[in-house]
């Protein structure tokens, strides 16, 4: 099993579509956790940090759920430019530090 | 641009040679990150820096790798010996004291022939 699992891709969504990403770790040590955002042949560029409580900016909402090791990220009103691969990424402390990058969810938005 | 900046962009060499590739990470940032990416994969943790110390290697970095942080500031990683494996995308990233936001330069393509 993946230390971090993401939804397989591609989604196919309609501008002004909602879409919702998922993505389960295994580590319990998970500390951190964060969304980010690869364009093809670029650097990820940190969308947002995920707290328990929840986090919202602007049409981009972010939810962790420590009990059941879930990350959730939900797109509203999706953008033509908002096409690119979503990576779920957790730092954990297993002895040591490590950052663990999901393989990363592909989204299209078609006009 | 006060970003991270890596060095060279791009790598063609032959199997057999040694590579440097350079990274320079945000001036206030003390923690410094290098991961490898291939096509269709997430990037994947090589190793970690705090300031000049190594803290953290992954299992990944075989004996041909090695990475250093001489005066905590720019850092280097070297591949002796290339093989086509190694072939990817090597990226950098450099995080605040504060929090563990990670900011990435634009990574080094290596392609080894």
């Known amino acids: 099993r993946k230390e971090v699992e993401q939804d397989p891709g591609p989604f196919n969504v309609p501008e002004g579509a909602t879409v919702a990403f998922n993505c389960t770790y295994s580590n319990s040590a998970s500390q951190s956790f964060f969304w980010y955002r690869q364009d093809c042949r670029k650097e990820p560029k940190l969308l947002m940090s995920?707290?328990?409580s929840g986090n919202e900016d602007g049409r981009f909402t972010a939810q962790l759920n420590r009990a059941s090791q879930y990350i959730s990220l939900l797109i509203r009103d999706s953008k033509l430019s908002d096409s690119a691969t979503y990576l779920c990424?957790?730092?954990?402390?297993?002895?040591?530090?490590?950052?663990?990058f999901g393989a990363g969810t592909r989204l299209f938005v078609k006009a | 641009d006060t970003g991270v900046s890596q060095d060279p962009r791009h790598k063609i060499t032959k199997r057999g040679q040694n590579v440097t590739f350079r990274c320079d990470p945000i001036s206030e940032h003390n923690r410094l990150y290098w991961y490898r990416q291939t096509l269709g994969q997430g990037p994947e943790f090589l190793t970690y820096?705090?300031?000049?110390?190594?803290?953290?290697k992954s299992r990944l970095l075989s004996d041909r790798f090695s990475a250093e942080r001489p005066k905590g500031s720019f850092s280097t990683l070297e591949i002796q010996r290339t093989e086509q494996g190694d072939s990817a995308m090597y990226l950098c990233?450099?995080?605040?004291?504060?929090?563990?936001?990670?900011?990435f330069g634009p990574g080094t393509r290596l392609t080894v022939t």
């Open positions: 990424v957790v730092n954990a402390y297993t002895g040591g530090f490590k950052t663990i």
């Open positions: 995920v707290y328990s």
């Open positions: 820096f705090q300031n000049e110390a190594q803290l953290e």
């Open positions: 990233a450099s995080s605040p004291q504060q929090g563990y936001e990670q900011y």
